[in-house]
């Protein structure tokens, strides 16, 4: 009996984020080891920073905001982000030019 075809590539990234909320504007510092540093212009009130991060992100990457989901550290400043739609050399592409 023939196995279910998934040997097409995994389109989902995870990827570690440090987010500093209340910055002059949205920007990507770079990496700090494995984690990814941002600078995020909202507040963090009431899922302000969170939303304008997943907004930035979404821009910078090029994906629908529909795709970036926060799965960790929804209160805090470390953040696991699932990008859905990019395989990770697409991510490692737009991150290195930083």
Known sequence: MA???????EKQVKLQVQVQPNSKRNEILGFDGRILKVKISAPPVDGKANKALIEFLSKF??????????????????????????????????????
């Open 61 to 98: 990457f090029g994906i629908r905001k529909s795709a970036i989901t926060i799965e960790k550290g929804e209160t805090g400043k470390k953040k696991t982000i699932l990008l859905e739609g990019m395989t990770q050399s697409q991510i490692q592409e737009r991150l290195k030019n930083l």
């Open 3 to 9: 196995q279910s075809s998934c040997k097409m590539p």
